[in-house]
């Protein structure tokens, strides 16, 4: 098949099968004469998983490692645990860091309800 079938068939732009192809995502695809690129069904398996795994939270780095880890072999759940336990604290150092935002956010909406703005007298020039 074409990129364009390849594309709408895994639910991707072409654009985005041009550049994980860039990237390593996927293998350099076979050519006809004409240098139009020839993807066979396997593209379309590995394009779903590389979004179902970015979907997790992989960043396309992770994603290109599993990728070349689930080529050399088939690996086990024991094996590649350890990835989604990476996704997972990574997942929570940012929302304590959202928590965190939060309540300073909540503190500064309460000064401007105690009348303590943070927005005024604050010896920047105003509006001319």
């Not at 994980?20 to 240098?35: D, I, M």
């Not at 396997?42 to 970015?54: D, F, G, S, Y």
């Amino acid at each position: 098949m074409k990129i364009g079938e390849l594309a709408k068939k895994s639910g991707v732009s072409i654009d985005t099968v041009r550049f994980y192809e860039r990237r390593g995502v996927l293998p350099p695809p076979e050519r006809q004469p004409s240098g139009y690129r020839i993807y066979n069904g396997a593209t379309i398996e590995r394009l779903r998983l590389a979004k179902e795994l970015q979907a997790l939270g992989f960043t396309l780095e992770e994603v290109i490692d599993a990728l070349h880890s689930f080529e050399a072999g088939d690996p086990s759940c024991s094996q590649e645990r350890w990835r989604l336990e990476k996704v997972l604290k990574r997942i929570d150092d940012k929302v304590a860091e959202l928590r965190r935002t939060r309540r300073d956010v909540l503190r500064v909406l309460a000064d401007c309800s105690a009348g303590k703005c943070r927005f005024q007298n604050t010896g920047l020039p105003g509006p001319a």
